[in-house]
């Protein structure tokens, strides 16, 4: 099935420091969406991205739909331990299509 | 406010056989969206469900089929089991067809066919 490219596939960091991920598509979306899944959980939607360029945040997460609109990245700035966990990437076709393409995840372990 | 709801938990089952999974929607949503999320892998569209019709489906084949209740709870039904089919099946709800950054994701249902 069609999945977006998302990179890099596991980060292994301090806690403080900083993580950037991004996911890359070969199809224009009208949305990005960043989820986080814990174990035994469902995918929690983070930020969500509708117009090419917007740059938005939440917290300590910052995430860009990029101008192409073919894609996106999230930073996490100054990490704590409950910040691990795997990222996804999700992007929604333009047309209102009632599907959403995720990527292969990004999975985060943040040492105390 | 209730969340989405997903049942059983885990499911253990032989190749061939049939399996139904159920999902109930959040409080005043009327979409239901299933997935396929295999091990190590982003989430796959199987299909979407509005009051009570399929809404578009993913690159699934027919033993993959859906239905939706008046209370827009849904229930995923997959015959003759293979051993590819195992893999957390989530649902999602949401209002609306078009806005699937609205979507709630339920905890899933782990099957796993031997």
């Known amino acids: 099935g069609q999945q977006l490219n998302q990179s890099p596939q596991s980060m292994f960091i301090q806690e403080g420091e900083d993580v950037s991920m991004n996911c890359t598509s070969s199809?224009?979306?009208?949305?990005w969406l960043w989820y986080k899944q814990d174990p035994g959980e469902g995918p929690v939607l983070l930020i969500a991205l509708y117009k090419a360029g917007e740059l938005t945040s939440n917290g300590r997460l910052t995430a860009q739909f990029g101008i192409t609109r073919k894609d996106s990245f999230l930073n996490i700035s100054a990490s704590i331990p409950s910040d691990v966990g795997i990222y996804f990437c999700a992007g929604q076709l333009p047309g209102g299509s009632e599907k959403l393409v995720f990527g292969k995840g990004m999975k985060l372990t943040v040492n105390p | 406010e209730t969340g989405v709801t997903q049942s059983p938990t885990h499911l253990i089952k032989t190749r061939g056989q049939q399996v139904t999974l159920r999902c109930s929607s959040q409080?005043?949503?009327?979409?239901v969206s299933w997935y396929q999320q295999a091990l190590g892998q982003g989430p796959q569209f199987i299909f979407q469900?509005?009051?009570?019709?399929?809404?578009g489906r993913g690159n699934f084949p027919p033993r993959f089929s859906g239905l939706q209740f008046p209370n827009y709870s849904s229930e995923l039904n997959v015959n003759a089991l293979e051993l590819d089919d195992s893999a957390l099946y989530l649902c999602?709800?949401?209002f609306g067809t078009g806005r699937q950054d609205t979507q709630y994701f339920g905890p899933g249902t782990r099957l796993t066919v031997l």
């Open positions: 409080s005043g949503h009327n979409t």
């Open positions: 999602a709800s949401s």
């Open positions: 199809s224009i979306f009208n949305t």
């Open positions: 469900y509005y009051r009570e019709e399929e809404n």
